[in-house]
């Protein structure tokens, strides 16, 4: 006997033309069917907020601070809310949701990669936090249209919480959008819908020598292999996260207008980089050069928040001498740079870059001629 979202989905006109139309291939109602049976998911929340205590360790590390939280509020007071935010870590998971709740507002469902659903993990994602995996890089138009009818579905009772850019970014940057699952939420056609950008800041990503390491993501590793990286560069790690709400966005989109959907998309993910905290770390990251004293850094850090306060960037630090106070210690004790009396030189390039590239969307691209 099939249960209500898998009936719902498979009444969906779109799924029940893409069934008819492939009458002739092997088990097209079968396959969309499996497909369901993967991305089913159920939220328990009073269990996952309480996951807040074996997550400690972790969490203790992270200071969290919420920017125009009553904007996430008033959206779910008015109507449907998916949220669109950027992604830097794996710990945005934890850090974006307990925020909202630990502020009041409804828990959403979370949008995330099926990397992150083997063992135990996986367990607690389908059946505690009603996180949905999602296979990034299929073709397989089956799983396409099945993933939009299911979101489009879960919309009806639930808030939904994704990452545009598809995964974390590896170069540091803020990454193109991928239209799917923003194409999935309009095709809901939900009255009212609004998009909520959301942004993510860290004074120091946990993984962020894994990350600037590889750059560019080429395979997709064991997730348990991944943790216990993230582990092993947390000793001694303390950081800030900041999460930013921005103006909700009215979904008064075509959704069968591709042009449209990524017009969209762009002005979703603009919103959100124009939403990004600018923290010390990345403006000293842009500054710096391969060697430099204090103070030609103080005046190159200077010269970037001018320019980022022209383009109307989020600051969350007021001058160069501000940014090297505070930006210089985390980045020593990280290992980036290595501070001797007045001069301050490069020890970790690649890592450095990753700093520097996170405020790319809003310099001409500094991270590419400083070092």
Known sequence: MLDEITEAVLAREEVAR?????????????????????????????IYRALRHPLY?????????????DRAVAATHAGRVVYASNHKSHTDYLVELLVLDENGVRPPIIAAGINLFGGPLGLL?????????????????????????????????????????????????????????????????HPGLLIVPTAV???LVLED???????????????????GEMVRHAVGY???????????????????????????????????????KVLPTAVVASAMRPSITRRDL??????????????????????GAEAVEFGLAPLAGRGVVVVEHSRVRVRE???????????????????????
């Open 18 to 46: 893409y069934i008819e139309g492939n009458r002739g291939a092997d088990g097209a109602r079968e396959r969309i069917e499996g497909y369901l049976e993967e991305l089913r998911t159920t939220q328990r929340y009073p």
């Open 57 to 69: 360790p972790i969490l203790r590390k992270i200071e969290r601070v919420a920017e125009h939280i």
């Open 125 to 189: 994602h389908r059946h505690v936090t009603g996180a949905i995996p999602i296979r990034r890089n299929t073709k397989d138009p089956a799983y396409l249209i099945t993933l939009k009818a299911y979101v489009a579905e879960l919309l009806r009772k639930h808030d939904l919480f994704f990452y545009p850019e598809g995964g974390r970014s590896y170069s540091g940057e803020i990454k193109s959008p991928k239209t799917g699952l923003i194409h999935a939420a309009l095709q809901a056609e």
């Open 201 to 203: 800041a860290y004074d």
């Open 209 to 227: 020598h894994v990350l600037a390491r590889q750059r560019v993501k080429r395979t997709q590793r064991p997730f348990s292999r991944e943790l």
């Open 238 to 276: 303390r950081s800030r996260a900041f999460v930013t709400f921005g103006k909700p966005i009215a979904a008064d989109v075509d959704p069968s207008s591709r042009r449209d959907v990524l017009d969209f998309a762009h002005t979703v993910m603009e919103a959100v980089g124009l939403l990004f």
């Open 298 to 319: 103080t005046s190159r850090a200077d010269a970037i928040i001018d320019t980022l306060r022209a383009k109307g960037a989020n600051l969350g630090v007021a001058s």
């Open 349 to 371: 390039r690649n890592v450095l870059r990753y700093y520097a590239r996170t405020l790319d969307h809003l310099l001409a691209s500094p991270s590419r001629r400083t070092h």
